[in-house]
């Protein structure tokens, strides 16, 4: 598999994931899927390490279920008191998708930090981070490096990857849920993915200055009136469509204008 990091074995003393116990050496201990299925999840990151490497590494037990993106193989297990699930779906690019609880007090990179140092890898290991760029790595142990860190995305690099593929980010690609992901994360970066778009959909539709910019999207979207709810497939593929085509247009006008702060 061509770009996998090598991720070392087990250690020898290190039981497995599966066994809760008192003075256990293994950093992860494994939950099922039955005990993980209620985690509120989000996405976290994406590793170029096989999965099976993972597995190997924490002596997790791999499960496999099917979603509506294929069969996927995953696990949930807790480490540094942080709950993460590690998957990979049939199909995909080798390598592993990470994610998390949503919530609580660590800051992802520290969440990261926690899982490469688990698996005995560095930065390099990390194929892109879900939280946009500016993410400070430099706390973690520099002889993980190697010498050399992998850079995180930029908001630009993540918005042409979250257009792509919206579905390696939502679980549902409709309207509802990529507007509040895109909130979401527009909200983690402090604004800067978004900035100035609700001004700049209310200059072009000239009115609505007092609309959130999703609202106003759907003022341009539909301009003969928003569908009545519950919205049809039809209907929040047209939504999703149109609202890509305006981020488009707007970062497009963003790059254009010299004058502008992006």
């Given at each position: 598999?061509?770009?996998?990091?090598?991720?070392?074995?087990?250690?020898?003393?290190?039981?497995p994931?599966?066994?809760?116990?008192?003075?256990?050496?293994?950093?992860?201990?494994?939950?099922?899927?039955?005990?993980?299925?209620?985690?509120?999840?989000m996405?976290?990151?994406?590793?170029?390490?096989?999965?099976?490497?993972?597995?190997?590494?924490l002596?997790?037990?791999?499960?496999?279920?099917w979603?509506?993106?294929?069969?996927?193989?995953?696990a949930?297990?807790?480490?540094?008191?942080t709950?993460?699930?590690?998957?990979h779906?049939?199909?995909?690019?080798?390598?592993?998708?990470?994610?998390?609880?949503k919530?609580g007090?660590?800051?992802?990179?520290?969440?990261?930090?926690?899982?490469?140092?688990?698996?005995?890898?560095?930065?390099?290991?990390?194929?892109?981070?879900?939280?946009?760029?500016?993410?400070?790595?430099?706390?973690?142990?520099?002889?993980?490096?190697?010498?050399?860190?992998?850079?995180?995305?930029?908001h630009?690099?993540?918005?042409?990857?979250?257009?792509?593929?919206?579905?390696?980010?939502?679980?549902?690609?409709?309207?509802?849920?990529?507007?509040?992901?895109?909130?979401?994360?527009?909200?983690?970066?402090?604004?800067?993915?978004?900035?100035?778009?609700?001004?700049?959909?209310?200059?072009?539709?000239?009115?609505g200055?007092?609309?959130?910019?999703?609202?106003?999207?759907?003022?341009?979207v539909?301009?003969?009136?928003?569908?009545?709810?519950?919205?049809?497939?039809?209907?929040?593929?047209?939504?999703?469509?149109?609202?890509?085509?305006?981020?488009?247009?707007?970062?497009?006008?963003?790059?254009?204008?010299?004058?502008?702060?992006?």
């Amino acid at each position: 598999m061509t770009g996998m990091i090598f991720v070392p074995d087990a250690e020898g003393d290190w039981e497995p994931a599966t066994e809760c116990q008192e003075g256990r050496r293994n950093p992860a201990w494994q939950v099922s899927m039955f005990q993980g299925a209620a985690w509120p999840l989000m996405s976290l990151a994406s590793f170029s390490v096989d999965l099976d490497a993972v597995a190997r590494r924490l002596k997790l037990t791999l499960e496999t279920s099917w979603d509506e993106h294929g069969p996927v193989r995953v696990a949930f297990f807790v480490l540094d008191g942080t709950d993460f699930v590690v998957t990979h779906h049939e199909g995909d690019a080798p390598g592993t998708h990470v994610w998390t609880r949503k919530g609580g007090p660590v800051d992802s990179a520290t969440r990261v930090g926690s899982l490469l140092a688990a698996l005995g890898v560095g930065p390099e290991a990390v194929s892109y981070l879900t939280w946009g760029s500016g993410t400070d790595l430099s706390h973690l142990v520099t002889a993980w490096g190697r010498g050399r860190g992998k850079p995180v995305w930029s908001h630009q690099d993540f918005w042409e990857n979250f257009k792509k593929r919206p579905s390696m980010f939502v679980v549902r690609v409709t309207f509802e849920a990529v507007t509040g992901f895109l909130a979401g994360y527009n909200s983690a970066a402090e604004g800067a993915l978004l900035n100035g778009f609700r001004e700049w959909l209310a200059a072009r539709l000239g009115s609505g200055w007092n609309l959130v910019w999703w609202a106003l999207a759907v003022e341009l979207v539909f301009p003969e009136g928003r569908p009545a709810e519950p919205w049809s497939y039809e209907d929040d593929q047209q939504a999703v469509g149109g609202l890509f085509r305006l981020l488009d247009e707007f970062f497009e006008h963003l790059a254009g204008d010299p004058k502008t702060d992006s």
